[in-house]
């Protein structure tokens, strides 16, 4: 089944304490992306990777650090986590970064954190 | 702020009604795409109209896009409550970076 695996689902963590969320797609996309989601801020882009080895910022890169050493793994380090990085994170992935049907984005199921 | 601002922010209404939800942007786009979350959940694909295309259909679902108003419509008809959701409209611009852009969405009810 062609999916996009986010694990773990829920993380309750303290603040400067290293963590790691993995996520892994079998589809073979070569653009994979980190969201996280706020009330009323809607998704905001954290991260993103065309291909392997190749990373780029989004709209909100402070405090997080991504690497993308093999085309189906994209995991979202936070060094040392603080309270405004509670959240619900999203990975994503896509085709290619072509537009039409290529760009449809396969989103996985979410990882809600509570850094304390 | 976000490119896509969707219009309204929550609706509410009974099955069997249509539900119609509207999405403004502000840059040119070489797509449009509207996605459907489930509370909490991933948000999944429901469909994509290109630049050039005016409506689009799938199922109980109509889209239509005015690129001259620079907004897209969402009709779902013969609403059902499994229809229950926060609708996005994610917008694709021309640049080659893959970037879509998602709107705030609007959270639909309908009630049994």
């Known amino acids: 089944e062609a999916q996009v695996t986010q694990n773990p689902r829920y993380l309750i963590t303290v603040t400067g304490k290293k963590l790691t969320v993995t996520c892994s797609q079998n589809?073979?996309?070569?653009?994979m992306s980190w969201y996280r989601q706020d009330p009323g801020l809607g998704l905001r882009q954290i991260y993103y990777?065309?291909?392997?080895?190749?990373?780029d910022k989004g709209d909100v890169p402070e405090g997080y650090k991504v690497s993308r050493k093999e085309k189906r793994n994209f995991p979202l380090i936070l060094e040392s986590p603080s309270p405004n990085q509670t959240s619900l994170y999203f990975c994503?992935?896509?085709?290619?970064?072509?537009?039409?049907?290529?760009?449809?984005?396969?989103f996985g199921a979410g990882t809600r954190l509570s850094v304390l | 702020s976000q490119q896509g601002e969707e219009d309204p922010q929550a609706l509410s209404i009974q099955e069997g009604e249509n539900a119609t939800m509207n999405c403004s942007y502000k840059?040119?786009?070489?797509?449009l795409q509207w996605y459907r979350q489930n509370s909490g959940r991933g948000l999944v694909h429901l469909i994509l109209?290109?630049?050039?295309?005016r409506e689009k259909h799938s199922g109980r679902l109509r889209v239509t896009l005015d690129t001259s108003k620079k907004s897209s419509s969402l009709l779902i008809t013969a609403s059902r409550a499994a229809d229950t959701a926060s609708y996005f409209c994610a917008t694709h611009g021309s640049s080659n970076t893959g970037k879509l852009i998602f709107g705030q969405g609007t959270t639909l009810q309908v009630k049994p």
């Open positions: 109209i290109r630049s050039n295309e």
């Open positions: 589809m073979n996309h070569e653009y």
């Open positions: 990777s065309m291909n392997v080895e190749v990373t």
């Open positions: 840059t040119s786009i070489n797509n």
């Open positions: 994503a992935s896509s085709l290619s970064v072509q537009g039409g049907w290529a760009n449809i984005q396969y």
